[in-house]
């Protein structure tokens, strides 16, 4: 048993609360708090905790369970009616920040020619910039009453588009990097893959609903239906990853919406749920983004600052810019707009993955590990602040 795991817990949940209850103080939202927690008891501050495998698994089934619940209340019915716009912001929100990331690592260090390696770093930097981490808005939409709006679905549908695109990009990019790969042949392989989890996911989501739609007539109420909905949450999470290799976040969110096709099953499970996660799992999560961060001076250039700064900088200009576009373009007003395209600021863990495997297949080097996490802190930080400010007046 590792003791240790115990203190860590404590410290976390205890910082977690009380930075919450500032920042609540001064009409902060209170994820804001909770990343803040993270990065006072980490490493780099006072050190009482250090990022371990037992806190990063805690923080991966947080931010399962967080997409689970983003899942539960999201109506299909609204989804498909928003379908073409989730489209259209999820395509700007990834082809904008697409060409931002390249021409700014181009300007810093110089446009390479097709097919050298620095061209292929270029690109992936763009590539990073196109990953949207939802968790964070999930939460400050739920505080905010607005996680059922038509904005809020439309955040979260374009969210879930973007991490599919982001993952095929990712194959892609890597397997050009490498021809030994496979190329272009492996980026068609993961959309391939992608495509029959969505079919599987159809059919699988057909008899979990009667299954579901069973349990709430015969047994209504039980705990069993909360369980094997945290079942399947978990079941699909798996399956995304290990076996068609997407996010498991996508398994998750889509876990959630079959059994929000069951009103009964739902609202039982969200309530349920909720108190694990509210209390152990989601502070985790958020903390762990401020624990994650580790970073070596002897590393760090004035040059390496700059573009650090910079990247962040335009990855979150040209994610509102692009989603603020497309927003405009289907007929939204400048204020929702505006909320839709600040939604879509916020990286988390989905960058940290896609630099991780982008250092794995040799495309990035691991001393931009600095730009990705100044994006992840500073984005965490002012996408919950934006969100507030942009929903403090009330809508028309």
């Not at 969210?159 to 496979?182: C, E, M, T, W």
């Not at 042949?185 to 609903?209: D, N, P, Q, W, Y």
């Not at 040209?318 to 600021?345: Q, V």
């Not at 500073?378 to 009330?394: D, E, F, M, R």
Request: aromatic share 10%; with cysteine.
């Amino acid at each position: 048993m590792d003791y240790g795991l115990i203190f860590d817990l404590a410290i976390i949940l205890f910082a977690c609360k009380v930075l919450s209850i500032f920042m609540r103080h001064l009409k902060i939202p209170q994820v804001v708090g909770q990343i803040v927690a993270g990065l006072l008891v980490g490493g780099n501050l006072l050190g009482l905790v250090e990022k371990s495998e037992p806190l990063v698994f805690m923080a991966e089934i947080g931010v399962l369970m967080l997409m689970f619940s983003a899942g539960l209340e999201t109506d299909l019915k609204e989804i498909k009616s928003t379908g073409v716009i989730s489209l259209l912001v999820a395509a700007m929100g990834v082809v904008v920040p697409l060409g931002g990331g390249y021409l700014l690592y181009s300007a810093f260090y110089g446009f390479a020619p097709v097919g050298d390696d620095s061209f292929w770093t270029a690109v992936f930097m763009g590539v990073i910039m196109t990953a949207t981490s939802v968790g964070i808005t999930v939460e400050v939409l739920r505080e905010l009453g607005k996680l059922k709006s038509k904005v809020g679905t439309i955040i979260l549908s374009a969210a879930i588009i973007d991490d599919v695109i982001g993952i095929v990009l990712l194959a892609f990019v890597s397997g050009l990097k490498n021809s030994s790969s496979g190329g272009s042949g492996e980026a068609l392989m993961v959309i391939v893959r992608t495509i029959l989890f969505f079919i599987c996911s159809v059919v699988a989501g057909i008899v979990l609903h009667k299954l579901f739609y069973w349990l709430e007539k015969y047994r209504p109420h039980t705990r069993r239906v909360p369980i094997f909905s945290l079942v399947t949450c978990l079941l699909f999470s798996w399956a995304a990853e290990a076996i068609f290799g997407i996010a498991d976040i996508t398994g998750a969110f889509v876990a959630g919406v079959i059994i929000r096709t069951v009103k009964s099953a739902s609202e039982d499970t969200t309530r349920k749920l909720d108190i694990s996660s509210y209390m152990i799992f989601t502070p985790v999560f958020f903390a762990s983004i401020g624990i994650k961060v580790t970073i070596e001076l002897a590393n760090i250039t004035p040059l390496l600052l700059t573009f650090a700064v910079c990247f962040a900088l335009v990855a979150m200009a040209c994610k509102l810019g692009g989603c603020y576009l497309a927003g405009r373009l289907t007929g939204f007003k400048n204020k929702d707009s505006l909320r839709i395209g600040a939604g879509m600021m916020a990286r988390g863990e989905v960058a940290l993955i896609v630099a991780t495997k982008g250092a794995e297949a040799g495309v990035l080097s691991s001393e931009f590990f600095i730009a990705v996490i100044t994006l992840i802190i500073i984005s965490s930080v002012l996408t919950p602040i934006a969100l507030k400010l942009l929903y403090k007046t009330s809508e028309n």
